[in-house]
């Protein structure tokens, strides 16, 4: 196992190559599973590998629980929800799984939106997710889509504070080459 450090502010950030995580809880449901559930699961672990914030529990009966890096998480029903013609949200109704905080607790219907740079990418989003068989299908999907959409929140945090160093840098330059005290007249 391959242990990453990750430059972030969230306390799960180290990525430890692995967002599939199997709990101690399924491994009654694994032993007596198929060979082909057994497949599916590696593929999805390697369909996961590199999603750096959430990550997908499977658990007990082999259920899938999208996990965050906040007190969000989420179990089925995973569904889409086909957003408004020109709204570049997709909503995806959910059961919340998370910290029990500001009126949602576990077991409570939940709606997460997921925020596109267009309206025709949350619908191809939509339609993708639809078409989709089983709820451990879309959890993997969902769960590179929250990852894809935190990791350019992340960078863009990064690339601002970068930007405010160099102009807090500049501006010191600026005042060490050229700074003078005030030329007041009496």
């Excluded at 499977?58 to 089925?76: C, F, H, K, M, W």
């Excluded at 350019?152 to 080459?177: F, P, S, T, W």
Aim: net charge neutral.
């Amino acid at each position: 196992m391959q242990i990453n450090n990750i430059q972030c502010h969230y306390p799960k950030s180290t990525s430890f190559g692995m967002a599939l995580k199997i709990t101690p809880k399924a491994e009654k449901a694994l032993e007596e599973a198929s060979m082909e559930t057994i497949e599916k699961l590696q593929k999805v672990g390697e369909a996961l590998k590199d999603t750096k914030y959430y990550h997908l529990e499977i658990g007990e009966n082999l259920t899938p629980r999208i996990d965050s890096p906040y007190a969000n998480s989420y179990v089925p029903p995973f569904k889409p929800i086909k957003p408004a013609k020109y709204d570049e949200f997709l909503p995806i109704e959910t059961t919340w799984d998370g910290t029990n905080i500001s009126g949602v607790s576990k077991g409570n219907k939940y709606h997460v939106s997921i925020q596109f740079n267009t309206a025709e990418q949350a619908q191809k989003a939509y339609d993708k997710l639809n078409n989709m068989h089983s709820d451990l299908d879309r959890a993997v999907e969902i769960t590179k889509l929250l990852d894809e959409k935190e990791v350019k929140k992340i960078e863009k945090q990064n690339a601002d504070n970068e930007l405010k160093a160099k102009i807090k840098a500049a501006a010191l330059d600026l005042i060490n080459k050229f700074g003078t005290p005030s030329h007041e007249k009496f």
